[in-house]
C-alpha cells in the first residue's frame, strides 16, 4: 500500500527521537556555581573535617551554601552556592580560611538528575565567550629553538674536533654551521667525525680543494625540534594551569607551533599569565657525606607521593643547573630496564666531567625548584584587605642515582622501577631546559555577566526566530505545516543531543548556527510539500501526490546539503575557537535535519494521511492548472 | 498564477550585477574592508560604567594616561564603551589601561571583555580566510561537476563568487567591522546560496530532459518559475531568524547575522539570475544533461 511504513521504521524514529529527547534532556538543568577545592601538592586528601572549616567559614561570612560533598576518592571537595555573584568573593575566603596548602577553584556543578546520569547524558560545556573566562594563545619562539639546536650542535663539534685534535674554524651561517680547516685532509677527517657524532646533518663542501665543510641542519631535524619544544611547553603549561584554581582548563596544541589555553572562570589575567609564564629549573648537587659538615649540607623532601616523607641531605654546592640540560628522553638499556639519556651541553659537560670524576660510587641528588607563592592578608591604610603574595622557591629532591663513572655531557640514569617513572622524570628534568621561549599572542577575556548576557541573547533570539517561522508555516502550510513544526523541533533536540553527546563546546556563534539551522532546516520540508502541491495541481491523487513528492524532492534535497556540508567541514578545517563551534554546530545540524525533514516527516505524513482515502491534502492553496483540472472533472 | 518571463529580463540583472561589483571593486581599492580586531591584532576593551559617561572624558583620560591612538566608541548604551588600542600597545597594557580609566573615573567601572590580537595572528587569519573561501569555490566546482556537468559547476561557482563579492563591498562601503564571525558568515552564505543554486539546477537539468520541445532559455523559465515558490519560502523563513538574530542577538553577533541577511537576499537574487545567465551564456544544451534514454521511459511533458 502506498504511503504506509513499516512498523519498525516508526519505531525507529520513535526511538532515535525518544534517544535525542534523553540526551537533549541535561542542558534543561542549569549547573549550581560551586567551588571545588583540592590539595596544592596532591598529597593533602579532603576529608571531613577541612569540608566543615570550610563549610563554617562560609556560614560566618553569610554566604549560603549547599550539597557539600567529597568527590573523586577524598582528592577533592565539592561545596555548591546559592548565589553566582558570591561565587568570587567565596572563594577568596575560603582560600583564605584553608591557606596555601589548598586550591579553591571556580566551578559549575552539574545538576544533571540521576535517571540521565545513570545513561552517561550530559549537558554541552559553554564556550568561554558564554561562561566568562580566559582564552590565551601562545606562541613557541621557532627561530630560538632552531638556534639553541644549532649551538648545541656548535658545541658538540668544537669539542670532538678538539678531542680528535683536528683544528678548524667554526662559524654560524643561518641554518649550518661552517668549518674551516688547514688541509683537505683534516676537513676529510672532521667530515667522518661529524658524521659519526651527529649522522642527522648534511655535511657538504664547497669544491675538492677547499678545505672547507658546512653541516646543514635538515628541514626534518628542524621539525623534531619545533615538535619536541611545543610538546615540553604542552606538558609544562599542563602543569603550571592546575596550580591556577580552574576546574576545567583546557590546554591545546593549535597548528605548528601554537598553544591554546582557556581557563573558564578567571578574571584575573595578570596572575594567569604570571604563573603560566614561569620558570621551573633544575639543579644538580652531590649527596652529602656522613662527614660533611652541617654547615655545607642541605636537607630536603622527596617530591611525588610515592616517597612522601622521605628526605635528603645534599652539598650546598651546586654542580649545575638546569640551563646547562639540552635534552632528556625516556629511553631503555640492551637488558630492557628502564632509564633516563641525559645530554647537557659543552660546559655542563665539563663541569659535571670534573665534579664526578672523583666520586665515582657517591651519590648525585637532582633537586626540582619551582616558584609557589605564599598569600597574606593585610589591612590597607582605608582598612581593607589586601592580598599580598609573597615568591618563594620549593626544592624537592627528583632523584638520587649512584654516579657509577666520570660523567660527561651525555650519561644515563638508571634503576628505575618503570617506564613510566623514566617518561616522567625525564619530562622534570626537560623541564629546566626550557626547550623555547614562549609568548602571548592572542588573549580575550570575557566577563561572567557578558557570558550571561550572550546566552540570554542567543536564547532569546533562538525563541523569537523559531516562533516565526512556526507561525508562517502553520498559515501557509496547514496541517504539513504542523508535520514540519514538529519535524522541526525533533530537529532541534537531536541537534542539542547530538551536540552533547559529542561533548560540544556551545558558543555563541553556536548559537547562531542552531539559529540559522532552523532557518534552513525548514527548507527540505519546503522542497517537499512544494513537489506535493505541483503534483497536485497537475491533478495527481493525493496518494500518489504525497509519495511522488517525496521521492523527487529526495534527492535535491541530498544535493544541495552535502554541498553545504563540504563547506561547513572546511570551515571546522580552517576556523578556529568560536568558528568552529559553528562549523560543528551547522554540520550537525543539517544532518539531523536531513533525518527529520526526509524520515520523519514522512512518518507523520504517512501517519495523517497514508494508506487510506483522502480527498483532499491540507497543504495551503494549491493552484489547479486548466488542464489538471478538467481531468479531475472527468475522473 | 501567470508565469514570470525572468530571463527576458537577464540582460537588465547582469547590468545591475556589474553594477554592483563595480561599486565592490571601486571601494574595495579605495578604502579596502574595515578589519576587525582578529585581522588587524590590537587590544579590545569593553567596559560597562554605572551611569552614562562621557566619550570626551574617556579620550582625555586616556591621553593624560600617555594612550596615544586609542579609538573610544560607545557600545550599544551610553553606559558601555569600546575602546580599542593600536597594535603598538604589548598584551600587558590592556590590564594597565582600566585601572587608568578606573582611577580616573568617580564610579564603577566593569571590564566586560578584553581582547588581546597579536600582529602575527592577523596576517595568518587573512591568509587562511582568503585560502578557505578559494578553497569552498573549488570543491564546489568539482562536486557539482561531478554530480551535475561543467557548466552548471561553472554557472554555481560564478554566482557564489558574485554573492561573496558583494557582501565585501557591502562591508567595506557601510564600513561596517569585518571580524572572524563575518568571514564564518560568508563562508555560510556560499554554503546556503550553493543550496538555492543547486535546487534550480537541478530542476533545470530535469526540465531539460523533460521538456523536448523547447529552447533552453524557455526551459530555465519554466524551471525557475516551478522552483520560485521554494526559493522564496525558504529565503523568508531564514531571513526571519536571521532578523531576529541581528536584532536581539546583541552586539558581538550583529555583524554576523547582517553578513547572513545581505548574503541571503543576494544569494536568492543570484540563484535566479545569476546562475542562469551564466548557464545559458556558457550555451547549456539538451545534450549536455542528457542521460543514456531507457526505453520506454516516462516522457510526459508538463503544460506551462
Given at each position: 500500500?502506498?504511503n504506509r511504513?513499516?512498523?519498525w521504521?516508526?519505531?525507529?524514529?520513535?526511538?532515535?527521537?525518544?534517544?535525542?529527547?534523553?540526551?537533549?534532556?541535561?542542558?534543561?538543568?542549569?549547573?549550581?556555581?560551586?567551588?571545588?577545592?583540592?590539595?596544592?601538592s596532591?598529597?593533602?586528601g579532603?576529608n571531613g573535617?577541612?569540608?566543615?572549616r570550610?563549610?563554617?567559614?562560609?556560614?560566618?561570612?553569610?554566604?549560603?551554601?549547599?550539597?557539600?560533598?567529597?568527590q573523586?576518592?577524598?582528592?577533592?571537595?565539592?561545596?555548591?552556592?546559592?548565589?553566582?555573584?558570591?561565587?568570587?568573593?567565596?572563594?577568596?575566603?575560603?582560600?583564605?580560611?584553608?591557606?596555601?596548602?589548598?586550591?579553591?577553584?571556580l566551578?559549575?556543578?552539574?545538576?544533571?538528575?540521576?535517571?540521565?546520569?545513570?545513561?552517561?547524558?550530559?549537558?554541552?560545556?559553554?564556550g568561554?565567550?558564554?561562561?566568562?573566562?580566559?582564552?590565551f594563545?601562545?606562541?613557541?619562539?621557532?627561530?630560538a629553538?632552531t638556534?639553541?639546536?644549532?649551538?648545541?650542535y656548535?658545541?658538540?663539534?668544537?669539542r670532538?674536533?678538539?678531542?680528535?685534535?683536528?683544528r678548524?674554524?667554526?662559524?654560524?651561517?643561518?641554518?649550518?654551521?661552517?668549518m674551516?680547516?688547514?688541509?683537505?685532509?683534516?676537513r676529510?677527517?672532521?667530515?667522518?667525525?661529524?658524521?659519526?657524532?651527529?649522522?642527522?646533518?648534511?655535511l657538504?663542501?664547497?669544491?675538492?680543494?677547499?678545505p672547507?665543510?658546512?653541516?646543514?641542519?635538515?628541514e626534518?631535524?628542524i621539525a623534531?625540534?619545533?615538535?619536541?619544544?611545543?610538546?615540553?611547553?604542552?606538558?609544562?603549561?599542563?602543569?603550571?594551569?592546575?596550580?591556577?584554581?580552574?576546574s576545567?582548563?583546557?590546554?591545546?596544541?593549535?597548528?605548528?607551533?601554537?598553544?591554546v589555553?582557556?581557563?573558564?572562570?578567571?578574571?584575573?589575567?595578570?596572575?594567569?599569565?604570571?604563573i603560566?609564564?614561569?620558570?621551573?629549573?633544575?639543579?644538580?648537587?652531590?649527596?652529602?657525606?656522613?662527614?660533611t659538615?652541617i654547615?655545607?649540607?642541605?636537607?630536603?623532601?622527596?617530591?611525588?607521593?610515592?616517597?612522601?616523607?622521605?628526605?635528603?641531605?645534599?652539598?650546598?654546592?651546586?654542580?649545575?643547573?638546569?640551563e646547562?640540560?639540552?635534552?632528556?628522553?625516556?629511553?631503555?638499556?640492551q637488558?630492557?630496564q628502564p632509564?633516563?639519556?641525559?645530554?647537557l651541553?659543552?660546559?655542563?659537560?665539563m663541569l659535571?666531567?670534573?665534579?664526578?670524576?672523583?666520586?665515582?660510587?657517591?651519590?648525585?641528588?637532582v633537586?626540582?625548584?619551582e616558584?609557589k607563592?605564599?598569600?597574606?592578608y593585610?589591612?590597607d591604610?582605608?582598612?581593607?584587605?589586601?592580598?599580598?603574595r609573597d615568591?618563594y622557591d620549593?626544592?624537592?629532591?627528583?632523584?638520587?642515582?649512584?654516579?657509577?663513572?666520570?660523567l660527561?655531557?651525555?650519561?644515563?640514569?638508571?634503576g628505575l622501577d618503570?617506564?613510566?617513572?623514566s617518561?616522567?622524570?625525564?619530562?622534570?628534568?626537560?623541564a629546566?631546559?626550557?626547550?623555547?621561549?614562549?609568548?602571548?599572542?592572542?588573549?580575550?577575556?570575557?566577563?561572567?555577566?557578558?557570558?550571561?548576557e550572550?546566552?540570554?541573547?542567543?536564547?532569546?533570539s533562538?525563541?523569537?526566530?523559531l516562533?516565526?517561522?512556526v507561525?508562517?508555516m502553520?498559515?501557509y502550510?496547514?496541517?504539513?505545516?504542523v508535520?514540519?513544526v514538529?519535524?522541526?523541533?525533533a530537529?532541534?533536540v537531536?541537534l542539542?543531543?547530538v551536540?552533547?553527546?559529542?561533548?560540544?563546546?556551545l558558543?555563541?556563534?553556536?548559537?547562531?548556527?542552531?539559529?540559522?539551522?532552523v532557518?534552513?532546516?525548514?527548507?527540505?520540508?519546503?522542497l517537499?510539500?512544494?513537489?506535493?502541491?505541483?503534483?497536485?495541481?497537475?491533478g495527481?491523487s493525493?496518494?500518489?501526490?504525497?509519495?511522488s513528492?517525496?521521492e523527487?524532492a529526495?534527492?535535491?534535497?541530498?544535493?544541495a546539503?552535502?554541498?553545504?556540508?563540504?563547506?561547513?567541514?572546511?570551515?571546522?578545517?580552517?576556523?578556529t575557537?568560536?568558528?568552529?563551534g559553528?562549523?560543528?554546530t551547522?554540520s550537525?545540524?543539517?544532518?539531523?535535519?536531513?533525518?527529520?525533514a526526509?524520515?520523519?516527516?514522512?512518518?507523520?505524513?504517512?501517519?495523517?494521511?497514508?494508506?487510506?482515502?483522502?480527498?483532499r491534502?491540507?497543504i495551503?492553496?494549491?493552484?489547479?492548472?486548466?488542464?489538471?483540472?478538467?481531468?479531475?472533472?472527468?475522473a | 498564477?501567470?508565469?514570470?518571463?525572468?530571463?527576458?529580463?537577464?540582460?537588465?540583472?547582469?547590468a545591475?550585477?556589474?553594477?554592483?561589483?563595480?561599486?565592490t571593486?571601486?571601494?574595495?581599492?579605495?578604502?579596502?574592508?574595515?578589519?576587525?580586531?582578529?585581522?588587524?591584532?590590537?587590544?579590545?576593551?569593553?567596559?560597562?560604567y554605572?551611569?552614562?559617561?562621557?566619550?570626551?572624558n574617556?579620550?582625555?583620560?586616556?591621553?593624560?594616561?600617555g594612550?596615544?591612538g586609542?579609538?573610544?566608541?560607545?557600545?550599544?548604551?551610553?553606559r558601555?564603551?569600546?575602546?580599542?588600542?593600536?597594535?603598538?600597545?604589548?598584551?600587558?597594557?590592556?590590564?594597565?589601561?582600566?585601572?587608568?580609566?578606573?582611577?580616573?573615573a568617580?564610579q564603577?567601572v566593569?571590564?566586560q571583555?578584553m581582547?588581546?590580537?597579536?600582529?602575527?595572528?592577523?596576517d595568518?587569519?587573512?591568509?587562511?580566510?582568503?585560502?578557505?573561501?578559494?578553497?569552498a569555490?573549488?570543491?564546489?566546482?568539482?562536486?557539482?561537476?561531478?554530480?551535475?556537468?561543467?557548466?552548471?559547476?561553472?554557472?554555481?561557482v560564478?554566482?557564489?563568487?558574485?554573492?561573496?563579492?558583494?557582501i565585501?563591498?557591502?562591508?567595506?562601503?557601510t564600513?561596517?567591522e569585518?571580524?572572524?564571525?563575518?568571514?564564518?558568515?560568508?563562508?555560510?552564505?556560499?554554503?546556503?546560496?550553493?543550496?538555492?543554486?543547486?535546487v534550480?539546477?537541478?530542476?533545470i537539468?530535469?526540465?531539460?530532459?523533460?521538456i523536448?520541445?523547447?529552447?533552453p532559455?524557455?526551459?530555465?523559465d519554466?524551471s525557475?518559475?516551478?522552483?520560485?515558490?521554494?526559493?522564496?519560502?525558504?529565503?523568508?523563513?531564514?531571513?526571519?531568524v536571521l532578523?531576529?538574530?541581528a536584532?536581539?542577538?546583541?552586539?558581538?553577533?550583529?555583524?554576523?547575522?547582517i553578513?547572513?541577511?545581505?548574503?541571503?537576499?543576494i544569494?536568492t537574487?543570484?540563484?535566479?539570475?545569476?546562475?542562469?545567465?551564466s548557464?545559458?551564456?556558457?550555451g547549456?544544451?539538451?545534450?549536455?544533461?542528457?542521460i543514456?534514454?531507457?526505453?520506454?521511459?516516462?516522457?510526459?511533458?508538463?503544460?506551462?
Open positions: 500500500m502506498l511504513y513499516p512498523l521504521k516508526n519505531l525507529f524514529i520513535t526511538l532515535i527521537v525518544a534517544m535525542g529527547f534523553y540526551y537533549a534532556a541535561p542542558n534543561l538543568y542549569a549547573p549550581d556555581p560551586a567551588l571545588q577545592i583540592g590539595g596544592s596532591g598529597a593533602q579532603i573535617p577541612l569540608m566543615d570550610a563549610s563554617q567559614a562560609l556560614s560566618e561570612a553569610g554566604i549560603g551554601y549547599f550539597g557539600e560533598e567529597i573523586a576518592l577524598g582528592k577533592t571537595g565539592l561545596i555548591r552556592l546559592e548565589s553566582r555573584e558570591q561565587q568570587l568573593k567565596a572563594q577568596a575566603i575560603l582560600q583564605r580560611a584553608l591557606g596555601d596548602g589548598y586550591i579553591v577553584a566551578n559549575l556543578a552539574p545538576t544533571t538528575p540521576d535517571w540521565l546520569v545513570s545513561g552517561s547524558a550530559r549537558p554541552m560545556k559553554l568561554l565567550d558564554l561562561s566568562g573566562g580566559v582564552h594563545k601562545l606562541e613557541v619562539d621557532v627561530d629553538a638556534d639553541r639546536k644549532l649551538e648545541h656548535e658545541n658538540g663539534i668544537k670532538r674536533l678538539r678531542e680528535e685534535r683536528i678548524g674554524r667554526l662559524a654560524l651561517e643561518g641554518t649550518r654551521i661552517g674551516t680547516f688547514r688541509s683537505v685532509e683534516d676529510e677527517a672532521a667530515r667522518s667525525a661529524v658524521k659519526d657524532l651527529y649522522p642527522e646533518l648534511l657538504d663542501r664547497v669544491d675538492e680543494d677547499v672547507q665543510l658546512f653541516a646543514e641542519v635538515t626534518t631535524t623534531e625540534v619545533v615538535e619536541y619544544a611545543v610538546a615540553q611547553n604542552l606538558t609544562t603549561l599542563r602543569n603550571r594551569v592546575n596550580e591556577l584554581g580552574v576545567e582548563p583546557l590546554v591545546q596544541r593549535q597548528g605548528k607551533n601554537r598553544i589555553v582557556e581557563l573558564p572562570g578567571i578574571q584575573d589575567t595578570a596572575e594567569a599569565k604570571r603560566l609564564g614561569k620558570v621551573a629549573n633544575l639543579e644538580f648537587r652531590l649527596v652529602a657525606e656522613a662527614n659538615p654547615s655545607e649540607r642541605q636537607r630536603f623532601d622527596y617530591r611525588g607521593e610515592s616517597r612522601q616523607g622521605m628526605t635528603e641531605w645534599l652539598e650546598r654546592d651546586i654542580i649545575i643547573t638546569g646547562r640540560v639540552s635534552n632528556a628522553a625516556a629511553s631503555f638499556d637488558n630492557g632509564n633516563v639519556q641525559i645530554t651541553d659543552g660546559e655542563g659537560g659535571m666531567s670534573r665534579a664526578t670524576r672523583a666520586n665515582v660510587k657517591r651519590r648525585m641528588g633537586l626540582f625548584i616558584r607563592y605564599r598569600t597574606r593585610e589591612n591604610e582605608n582598612g581593607e584587605t589586601v592580598v599580598i615568591p620549593e626544592k624537592k629532591v627528583l632523584t638520587a642515582p649512584v654516579i657509577q663513572s666520570a660527561g655531557a651525555q650519561f644515563q640514569i638508571t618503570s617506564p613510566a617513572e617518561s616522567e622524570l625525564a619530562l622534570m628534568l626537560r629546566g631546559a626550557l626547550a623555547a621561549p614562549i609568548s602571548f599572542v592572542e588573549e580575550r577575556t570575557v566577563g561572567p555577566s557578558l557570558g550571561a550572550n546566552i540570554e541573547l542567543g536564547v532569546k533562538l525563541q523569537l526566530g516562533a516565526l517561522v507561525l508562517f502553520l498559515v502550510y496547514r496541517v504539513f505545516g508535520i514540519a514538529v519535524a522541526l523541533t530537529n532541534l537531536l542539542v543531543a551536540m552533547s553527546l559529542l561533548s560540544a563546546t558558543t555563541l556563534p553556536g548559537i547562531a548556527g542552531i539559529v540559522l539551522t532557518g534552513m532546516a525548514v527548507d527540505a520540508n519546503v517537499i510539500f512544494a513537489r506535493i502541491r505541483e503534483e497536485l495541481a497537475a495527481t493525493s496518494q500518489l501526490a504525497i509519495h513528492g517525496f523527487r529526495v534527492t535535491t534535497i541530498l544535493d546539503n552535502i554541498t553545504t556540508l563540504i563547506v561547513a567541514i572546511i570551515l571546522y578545517a580552517v576556523g575557537g568560536p568558528i568552529k559553528f562549523a560543528v551547522l550537525v545540524g543539517i544532518i539531523t535535519s536531513m533525518f527529520t526526509i524520515m520523519g516527516t514522512r512518518a507523520l505524513v504517512n501517519i495523517s494521511y497514508g494508506g487510506r482515502r483522502v480527498d491534502l491540507s495551503g492553496r494549491v493552484r489547479m492548472r486548466a488542464a489538471a483540472v478538467s481531468k479531475e472533472a472527468t | 498564477m501567470k508565469s514570470i518571463a525572468f530571463m527576458k529580463g537577464r540582460f537588465v540583472a547582469a545591475f550585477s556589474g553594477l554592483l561589483l563595480l561599486a571593486v571601486v571601494s574595495l581599492s579605495f578604502q579596502q574592508l574595515n578589519w576587525g580586531l582578529d585581522f588587524t591584532g590590537g587590544t579590545l576593551i569593553e567596559l560597562n554605572d551611569s552614562s559617561v562621557d566619550l570626551g574617556i579620550r582625555d583620560q586616556l591621553l593624560t594616561g594612550y596615544e586609542a579609538m573610544v566608541v560607545s557600545f550599544g548604551t551610553d558601555d564603551v569600546l575602546v580599542r588600542l593600536p597594535i603598538s600597545y604589548s598584551d600587558a597594557e590592556g590590564a594597565r589601561m582600566v585601572e587608568v580609566l578606573r582611577g580616573a568617580s564603577k566593569t571590564m571583555r581582547e588581546f590580537v597579536g600582529p602575527q595572528v592577523g595568518e587569519l587573512r591568509e587562511q580566510g582568503g585560502l578557505a573561501m578559494l578553497l569555490l573549488g570543491l564546489v566546482l568539482i562536486y557539482v561537476g561531478f554530480r551535475f556537468q561543467i557548466k552548471f559547476a561553472m554557472g554555481a560564478i554566482a557564489l563568487a558574485h554573492d561573496v563579492l558583494i565585501l563591498g557591502f562591508f567595506s562601503i564600513r561596517l569585518f571580524d572572524l564571525s563575518v568571514l564564518a558568515a560568508i563562508l555560510a552564505v556560499i554554503g546556503y546560496s550553493l543550496n538555492d543554486t543547486i534550480v539546477s537541478d530542476r537539468r530535469e526540465n531539460l530532459r523533460k523536448r520541445k523547447m529552447e532559455l524557455g526551459v530555465v519554466v525557475l518559475n516551478e522552483t520560485l515558490g521554494r526559493t522564496l519560502v525558504t529565503s523568508l523563513t531564514t531571513m526571519l532578523t531576529s538574530l536584532v536581539f542577538g546583541g552586539d558581538m553577533i550583529f555583524g554576523f547575522a553578513a547572513l541577511l545581505v548574503g541571503v537576499t544569494g537574487y543570484s540563484s535566479i539570475y545569476v546562475a542562469s545567465t548557464l545559458l551564456a556558457l547549456v544544451t539538451k545534450e549536455d544533461v542528457a543514456p534514454v531507457k526505453e520506454g521511459e516516462d516522457q510526459e511533458a508538463v503544460i506551462p
